[in-house]
């Protein structure tokens, strides 16, 4: 079964430094989104992309985030000086032809 | 008043137990919604979606309630496996296709 892909699971960083969270949708769909989840929160939109533009962003997504779609199958999100606040778990999520979400299994950001 | 609100629990009950939850959501001209699934530390996971006529899923009974802007889960002899946090989601009104998630019922099932 295709399912949606994540690198790293892991990411420890430094405040103040830039990461590039990357996931690789399932290949047929369409809409591509990233969400976040703070340790013991809900799950948080953050921006949703389509046709190689943003959508829709959340408050959350800020001058700080960016998302891109380099190739064909990779979906990035970049935040350019991580803060403490930013750790969390990122999820990547997909959808196609039906509005069933697909997620991947998440990338946990730890800012130090 | 939150988007999209649940009881958090915790749920705690016997294998073999009915158990139910509710979830309200504010925005009345919301199109979609789901039921996700999360284990700790996990992605969410589709249980069902959730549609006007109910919808049933095994054990999984899955109703909405526009008018009362509610949605609920049905869960029939519990096991252990369904310990979990479960999620309710909206997509509102428009079409990026966004999910509003509540913050999660938790449900522990015990031997």
């Known amino acids: 079964e295709p399912e949606v892909t994540q690198t790293p699971s892991h990411q420890v960083t430094q405040m103040g430094q830039e990461v590039i969270l990357r996931c690789v949708p399932i290949?047929?769909?369409?809409?591509f989104y990233w969400y976040r989840q703070i340790l013991g929160q809900k799950v948080e939109f953050l921006v949703s992309?389509?046709?190689?533009?943003?959508?829709?962003k959340s408050e959350i997504f800020d001058d700080q985030f960016s998302v891109e779609r380099p190739d064909g199958s990779n979906f990035t999100l970049k935040i350019r000086s991580t803060k403490l606040e930013d750790s969390a778990m990122y999820f990547c999520?997909?959808?196609?032809?039906?509005?069933?979400?697909?997620f991947g299994p998440g990338t946990r950001l730890t800012v130090l | 008043r939150k988007e999209v609100e649940q009881d958090p629990g915790p749920f705690n009950v016997p294998e073999g137990a009915t158990v139910a939850f509710n979830c309200t959501y504010s925005n009345s001209a919301s199109q979609s919604f789901f039921w996700y699934r999360q284990d700790c530390r996990k992605e969410p996971k589709l249980l069902m979606s959730?549609?006007?006529s109910g919808n049933e899923d095994g054990r999984f009974t899955a109703q909405l309630n526009r008018a009362s802007q509610y949605i609920s889960l049905l869960i029939r002899d519990s096991k252990l496996s369904d310990s979990a946090t479960y999620l309710c989601?909206?997509?509102?009104?428009?079409?990026?296709?966004?999910?509003?998630f509540g913050q999660g019922t938790t449900l522990q099932v015990k031997p």
């Open positions: 992309f389509y046709n190689n533009e943003i959508s829709e």
């Open positions: 290949s047929n769909h369409l809409y």
């Open positions: 989601a909206v997509t509102p009104s428009g079409n990026t296709g966004k999910l509003i």
């Open positions: 959730v549609y006007s």
């Open positions: 999520a997909s959808i196609g032809l039906t509005d069933t979400q697909y």
